[in-house]
């Protein structure tokens, strides 16, 4: 099993909601900044959005306003709320565990989680 589990994806019809989740029993998430990617077909990874470990957030323009990312940090998990999906959400989605938020995206990447599917279809 991978050290950084997703969790949350799945089919649902646009306008609709998903709540992404990741989690780790080897990384300490309050040390870090936590970052999602995601990988649409035929496309680069893209980040997605970051919260650093004194949870500054950062989001990608295309996002903002919809995705709300967050942490628990008793529970050692990091969260991605994501509403009014569009077609253009569509994808795989990663956990990266990093050390510094770059705006939307976690850098000094130390971890991967193996991704989860978000299919947008009516």
């Known amino acids: 099993q991978s050290p950084v589990v997703e969790s949350g994806g799945g089919l649902v019809q646009p306008g609709g909601s998903l709540t992404l989740s990741c989690t780790s029993s080897v990384w300490r998430f309050d040390l870090y900044a936590i970052g999602w990617f995601r990988q649409a077909p035929g496309k680069e990874r893209e980040g997605v959005s970051c919260?650093?470990?004194?949870?500054?957030?950062g989001y990608q323009d295309s996002v903002k306003g919809r995705f709300t990312i967050s942490r628990d940090n008793a529970k050692n998990t990091v969260h991605l709320q994501m509403n009014s999906l569009q077609s253009q959400d569509a994808g795989v989605y990663y956990c990266?565990?990093?050390?510094?938020?770059?705006?939307?995206?976690?850098?000094?990447?130390?971890?991967w989680g193996q991704g989860t599917q978000v299919t947008i279809s009516a």
């Open positions: 919260i650093s470990n004194d949870n500054i957030r």
């Open positions: 990266v565990i990093g050390s510094w938020c770059l705006a939307e995206t976690v850098k000094d990447q130390n971890a």
